[in-house]
């Protein structure tokens, strides 16, 4: 009987396909980007606005106030700004690689034609920008900071395509959000290469250890998430301690995190279905049989979604709405002074993100395509790889993230300066160029 109730169901709805599955968390992850793109927005405008205020040194120096915790003889102590981006943007790089594991296991990263496309924007997007920069900065005090323009940001740019709607293909969406996620992971790699101090291998080597554990309980089919939350900030602390940036222990565990689900629909709907086999029991709510169905079946709902699922649909609110903006706010303020416009760090800042970016983007594209590497989609013109390549040039959270890192405090407000300008000319003018290449905003074929 359950058999035939359930054939009736399957007929009453159309067939379900891949990408039914994968469509719903797509449009959810670009609709929170988007919004959280405004925030962000927010926030950075009332930092710069407090920031060349009346207020703008108690402002900036709440930012400096120290905290931290003793364990025995290991101290860990911060600048509050330092906790911010040391700390909590790890969750920003766990969740981006959740977001890297799910496009790899099933999304477009899954076809590797389609995967070469975004893969080849981003090198060129990385790779060109830093090599203009360091033409221009080679033996000056800014040289360092070349990695501060390889990185894109992903809510500004996904927020800039939500102002163009249905005038731009999906294939773009795509594109730009692998692009953006590619962007990232290779920004953390920067980091933990470029800019990490000496290293302490002992540390390093618990660090290792949590991970291999991390992964034993996986295979050994531990499901609780707060126990590999504890595991996960001992890693955190060890990876801290060896001298390696710590914001990449989040890189790595959302890579290990399983994109799987553990539970299939057809077994979730004869668990189900088992429930409602039994009748109404009047034994109260003792040791049941029928109760211990329904424990099974509260599992089993839970496990049709995968851990990559189910973390990304948590965390990616907080992300967006609370540690970005939080991030922005503690790190965008900066005293605009005219005399920065003309400084060499400004100027090679800005010629990184404006011209190298859109130029590495379009050409690496263009490359990996003529090559044969990549596949271009039929509705995604070069015109418009040119105005994603513009906005890919909005560096905001990674460039202020990477330039904290990289310059000294005589030239980091400079810096900031040419991510500001940069990021505001690469969204202007990108959305010039994609409004202008759909002028009458029909709504445009998406790509499959």
């Given at each position: 009987?359950?058999?035939?109730?359930?054939?009736?169901?399957?007929?009453?709805?159309?067939?379900?396909?891949?990408?039914?599955?994968?469509?719903?968390?797509?449009?959810?992850?670009?609709?929170?980007?988007?919004?959280?793109?405004?925030?962000?927005?927010?926030?950075?405008?009332?930092?710069?606005?407090?920031?060349?205020?009346?207020?703008?040194?108690?402002?900036?120096?709440?930012?400096?106030?120290?905290?931290?915790?003793?364990?025995?003889?290991?101290?860990?102590?911060?600048?509050?700004?330092?906790?911010?981006?040391?700390?909590?943007?790890?969750?920003?790089?766990?969740?981006?690689?959740?977001?890297?594991?799910?496009?790899?296991?099933?999304?477009?990263?899954?076809?590797?034609?389609?995967?070469?496309?975004?893969?080849?924007?981003?090198?060129?997007?990385?790779?060109?920008?830093?090599?203009?920069?360091?033409?221009?900065?080679?033996?000056?005090?800014?040289?360092?900071?070349?990695?501060?323009?390889?990185?894109?940001?992903?809510?500004?740019?996904?927020?800039?395509?939500?102002?163009?709607?249905?005038?731009?293909?999906?294939?773009?969406?795509?594109?730009?959000?692998?692009?953006?996620?590619?962007?990232?992971?290779?920004?953390?790699?920067?980091?933990?290469?470029?800019?990490?101090?000496?290293?302490?291998?002992?540390?390093?080597?618990?660090?290792?250890?949590?991970?291999?554990?991390?992964?034993?309980?996986?295979?050994a089919g531990f499901r609780g998430f707060p126990l590999y939350f504890l595991?996960?900030?001992?890693?955190?602390?060890?990876?801290?301690?060896?001298?390696?940036?710590?914001?990449?222990?989040?890189?790595?565990?959302?890579?290990?995190?399983?994109?799987?689900?553990?539970?299939?629909?057809?077994?979730?709907?004869?668990?189900?279905?088992?429930?409602?086999?039994?009748?109404?029991?009047?034994?109260?709510?003792?040791?049941?049989?029928?109760?211990?169905?329904?424990?099974?079946?509260?599992?089993?709902?839970?496990?049709?979604?995968?851990?990559?699922?189910?973390?990304?649909?948590?965390?990616?609110?907080?992300?967006?709405?609370?540690?970005?903006?939080?991030?922005?706010?503690?790190?965008?303020?900066?005293?605009?002074?005219?005399?920065?416009?003309?400084?060499?760090?400004?100027?090679?800042?800005?010629?990184?993100?404006?011209?190298?970016?859109?130029?590495?983007?379009?050409?690496?594209?263009?490359?990996?395509?003529?090559?044969?590497?990549?596949?271009?989609?039929?509705?995604?013109?070069?015109?418009?790889?040119?105005?994603?390549?513009?906005?890919?040039?909005?560096?905001?959270?990674?460039?202020?993230?990477?330039?904290?890192?990289?310059?000294?405090?005589?030239?980091?407000?400079?810096?900031?300066?040419?991510i500001f300008l940069a990021s505001v000319f690469s969204a202007v003018a990108?959305?010039?160029?994609?409004?202008?290449?759909?002028?009458?905003?029909?709504?445009?074929r998406t790509a499959r």
């Amino acid at each position: 009987m359950s058999e035939d109730r359930q054939t009736d169901g399957d007929l009453g709805r159309l067939p379900r396909e891949l990408v039914d599955r994968l469509r719903k968390p797509f449009a959810r992850f670009l609709a929170i980007e988007a919004t959280a793109g405004v925030v962000l927005l927010s926030f950075t405008v009332a930092a710069l606005l407090i920031s060349n205020s009346p207020w703008a040194h108690p402002f900036l120096s709440v930012w400096e106030t120290q905290v931290g915790f003793q364990v025995g003889a290991l101290e860990f102590a911060r600048s509050l700004r330092d906790w911010i981006n040391d700390g909590l943007m790890t969750l920003f790089f766990f969740l981006v690689a959740l977001e890297l594991k799910r496009e790899l296991v099933l999304g477009e990263l899954n076809n590797p034609r389609m995967a070469a496309l975004s893969i080849a924007g981003a090198l060129g997007g990385m790779l060109v920008p830093a090599a203009f920069y360091l033409m221009l900065q080679s033996g000056r005090p800014g040289e360092s900071g070349w990695g501060t323009v390889m990185a894109t940001d992903t809510a500004f740019v996904i927020a800039c395509l939500a102002l163009l709607g249905s005038r731009i293909p999906q294939s773009l969406r795509v594109f730009m959000l692998s692009l953006a996620i590619v962007d990232d992971i290779g920004a953390i790699l920067v980091v933990a290469i470029g800019y990490s101090g000496p290293i302490a291998w002992g540390a390093l080597a618990l660090g290792a250890l949590g991970i291999v554990i991390v992964r034993a309980m996986a295979l050994a089919g531990f499901r609780g998430f707060p126990l590999y939350f504890l595991v996960g900030g001992m890693v955190w602390l060890a990876v801290d301690a060896s001298g390696i940036h710590a914001t990449v222990t989040g890189v790595i565990l959302g890579l290990l995190t399983p994109a799987r689900r553990w539970v299939s629909d057809e077994r979730l709907h004869a668990i189900l279905d088992r429930v409602v086999a039994y009748p109404a029991s009047d034994e109260g709510s003792g040791d049941t049989k029928d109760r211990h169905t329904l424990q099974v079946a509260e599992v089993a709902a839970r496990e049709t979604l995968s851990p990559v699922e189910r973390l990304e649909m948590a965390l990616h609110p907080w992300v967006g709405f609370v540690i970005m903006p939080l991030f922005a706010f503690a790190n965008a303020g900066v005293p605009i002074s005219s005399g920065d416009l003309a400084n060499s760090v400004t100027v090679a800042v800005f010629v990184g993100f404006a011209l190298g970016k859109p130029i590495g983007v379009l050409a690496f594209s263009w490359l990996a395509v003529r090559s044969g590497i990549a596949l271009r989609p039929p509705d995604l013109g070069w015109g418009l790889l040119a105005g994603g390549g513009l906005l890919a040039g909005i560096g905001f959270t990674m460039a202020l993230f990477i330039a904290n890192l990289a310059f000294s405090p005589s030239l980091i407000d400079s810096a900031k300066l040419g991510i500001f300008l940069a990021s505001v000319f690469s969204a202007v003018a990108g959305l010039a160029l994609l409004r202008g290449l759909s002028p009458q905003g029909a709504p445009a074929r998406t790509a499959r």
